[in-house]
């Protein structure tokens, strides 16, 4: 596709309910990101994957949040027993992978949760 | 831990004014810099970057930062600023294990 698509583009659910967030990069990007952002901060980094293996999960917070990339292309962030304070901006971003970290990331427009 | 921190939370410029945002690191081993911005309402997108040569990076629509290795910035400067500047700046830093850190951004009013 032309960019990185994020599904929804807005989530609002209950405290204790379960969520999973969608992401389609770039066609061809090996490397896929997942960032938090909440109000008045930057993204917060959570998880990277190198082609279908999470390369580094040391940003997720806790182990009611876990992600996906079963064929190395679309991914899923699953959060469980969602809690207030998880209501943020979910950002995705794809690269190439071929440049290691100095290559550029291209973000999506990312899924808002709130959680009541 | 690394960390990046922008010092301006808000700037208000007139248009024509020049513009320096600051952005300072904390990582002492190799780093690639970033600037990214977010206009209202669109995608975070990549203004420019550093990862090796020349410290002085040149962008699009007219920005450039400049890598000072031993003040440990990376500061973003614009000569004359539009009302179509206005937006979220945000400094990022990434090394080798391709985490990347970014500021907590600093918002842009260009008034015209």
């Known amino acids: 596709g032309a960019g990185v698509s994020q599904t929804p583009s807005n989530k609002v659910t209950e405290k204790g309910k379960y969520v999973e967030l969608r992401c389609d990069p770039i066609s061809g990007h090996t490397a896929l990101y997942w960032y938090r952002q909440s109000l008045g901060q930057g993204p917060e980094f959570l998880i990277y994957f190198q082609g279908t293996g999470a390369a580094d999960d040391s940003g997720l917070p806790n182990d009611r949040f876990f992600a996906v990339r079963p064929e190395g292309s679309v991914s899923t962030l699953k959060i469980q027993r969602t809690e207030r304070g998880d209501s943020a901006v979910y950002l995705c971003a794809s690269s190439s992978g071929a440049g290691g970290p100095a290559d550029t990331q291209y973000f999506g427009p990312g899924t808002r949760l709130t959680v009541l | 831990a690394q960390s990046v921190s922008q010092h301006n939370h808000h700037v208000i410029l007139s248009e024509a004014a020049s513009l320096e945002l600051g952005c300072n690191y904390s990582y002492g081993g190799t780093v690639n810099l970033f600037w990214y911005v977010q206009y209202p309402g669109q995608h975070l997108q990549l203004l420019l970057k550093?990862?090796?040569?020349?410290?002085l990076v040149k962008g699009i629509k007219g920005f450039e930062a400049e890598f000072i290795k031993s003040k440990f910035s990376f500061n973003l400067r614009k000569p004359s600023v539009q009302w179509s500047d206005t937006a979220e700046y945000f400094c990022?830093?990434?090394?080798?294990?391709?985490?990347?850190?970014f500021g907590a951004g600093t918002r842009l009013t260009v008034k015209p």
């Open positions: 990022a830093v990434i090394t080798n294990n391709n985490d990347m850190r």
């Open positions: 550093y990862f090796s040569g020349d410290p």
